[in-house]
Each structure stands twice: as C-alpha cells, then as structure tokens.
C-alpha cells in the first residue's frame, strides 16, 4: 500500500498587543480653563480592537490616584477581566461634579460629561456610543454619577451610585460642612435642579439603567438611599438597589463598586453592546 504525505500548513494570526496600562493624563477643560488629572486604566490593548468605557467618581475628599491606589485597588485586575478601560477624573476634593453658578473654575458636570468623553473617544480605542459607556461613582461621586448620567443620557446607559450622597435637603449641616455651599450656594436659594429627586422624570424616559446600593450601617446615606429607591418604584424606573451589611468606609465601598462594575459588564452584554 503506497502512503501519501500530507502536509499541513497552520496558518497562525499575530495580532499586535500593547501591555496593560495606568496612564495618567492632563485633559484640558476649555471650560474651565485648566487642565484636569485624569487616571485611565486599559487592558492590553489589542490592534484593530474597541474597548467599553467606565468612568468612575471619587467621593468627598478623595481623588483619581486614590481610588485604584486604596478604594478599588484591583481595577488593573477588572479592566483585562472585564475587557473595559476605566476613566477616573479628578473631582476636585469638594466639587460635587456640578456646573456651579458661582466658581468658573468648577464645572465637572460639562468636563466629565461632555469634554472628557470626547477626549477619550478620541484618543483611545473605545466604542463611541452610549451603549458601551457607563458611569458610576460613590458618596460625592455617587451624586455625581446620577447627575452627570442623567443630564447626559445620551452619553451614558449605565448609572451607578454607591452609598450615594442623594438628597442635599437632608444633609443639614453638611451641606455646609462638606462644602456644598461653595460650589452651589446657600441651601435656601439652591436651584432645585440640583435635587436627585427632580432627575427622576427625566430617567422615566432616559433609556438607562439604573443600580444602586447603601450599607445599612451607613447613618448618613442609608435613609436618602431607601427614599430614592422608593421613588424610583413609584416612578416606575427599572433599577436595582441593594443594602448590606457595612458603613460610610472604603471596605464597604470597595465591594460594593466591585459588584456594581460586574454587574455593569452582565448589562452590557446582556445588550449586546
């Protein structure tokens, strides 16, 4: 019997991959007029690839380099998992991610959700379109979150909000003591634009999804969690809201943001985003 050799030619595809990356950046705001610190964290980069985008908002006090350094300091770990590069601006310590109407040099509202995302659109490999950018943040950024989400619904599909600071006519002295007042004035005369509660007719019809959570033993938040959460029901606005065991710290805020940027990756491919 004659044998016939065979050869065979495995053709292998070498796609060019570029190390995972903490990168950090000086994005001008135009309308600020300054530039603002910006971390963004990547996976390897493959060529020729588009990578979803998360941007997260630190709370009261905190910064950019802090919150992969101590509040989710395994988000290098996320990124290459989830496959999701995270865009972590620098709030400013105090700024509550708002345009205020009285400091020019503090309009985090229009920097995040409009000047920034146009800067990582167009400087980074990442799907273009609200369906694969969300936003999520906690205390501070928490606010921040739900106010810049919903103002740019259209930029956004996916809000969270951990251990959230949600409802300013709560807050009493902390209004003034967490400096709320520098950025958008006197309580008395605040634009009730401002109000979480006055965003929820527009998230009726946003085209977003909302997930929330508070630890239960968080004093401060835990009562104007439970109320958002109730009006969100009575509005009808689909969301997911959850309380644990844990305080107004970053171990509780730590695993709870873990949770939320998985459960944003089960939404975003439940989407098929």
């Known amino acids: 019997m004659k044998k ?9 595809i070498i796609l060019p991959v570029f190390g995972q990356q903490i990168i950090h950046e000086q994005v001008y705001s135009a309308k600020m007029q300054k530039k603002v610190p910006v971390v963004i964290i990547t996976p390897n ?13 630190h709370g009261y006090s905190g910064n950019s380099e802090r919150t992969y350094q101590q509040d989710i300091p395994d988000l290098t770990t996320k990124s290459q998992i989830f496959q999701t590069i995270y865009i972590l601006p620098d709030g400013n310590f105090n700024s509550w991610y708002v345009d205020s109407p009285i400091d020019t040099g503090s309009q985090y509202q229009t920097f995040i959700g409009d000047e920034l995302v146009k800067y990582v659109d167009a400087h980074y490999p990442v799907v273009s379109n609200r369906a694969s950018r969300g936003i999520l943040g906690w205390s501070m950024g928490g606010y921040g979150a739900i106010n810049i989400g919903v103002t740019f619904s259209h930029v956004f599909s996916l809000v969270g ?4 600071a949600l409802d300013f006519a709560q807050f009493g002295e902390a209004y003034h003591q967490y400096q709320v007042d520098q950025v958008l004035g006197a309580y008395q005369q605040l634009d009730r634009s401002y109000l979480t509660s006055n965003k929820i007719g527009k998230m009726k019809n946003a085209d977003q999804f909302y997930i929330l959570d508070c630890g239960i033993e968080d004093e401060q938040m835990i009562g104007m969690n439970r109320s958002f959460h109730n009006q969100l029901i009575e509005a009808n606005v689909d969301h997911i809201y959850q309380e644990s065991k844990g305080a107004h710290d970053t171990s509780y805020w730590s695993r709870s943001l873990s949770n939320q940027l998985a459960l944003f990756e089960n939404y975003f491919y439940y989407e098929k985003f």
Not at 45 to 57: E, N, P, R
Not at 161 to 164: A, E, F, H, L
């Open 45 to 57: 980069i493959v060529k020729g690839k588009s990578y979803k985008t998360v941007y997260i908002l």
């Open 4 to 12: 016939t050799a065979m050869t065979c030619f495995i053709f292998v």
């Open 161 to 164: 909000s951990s251990c959230g």
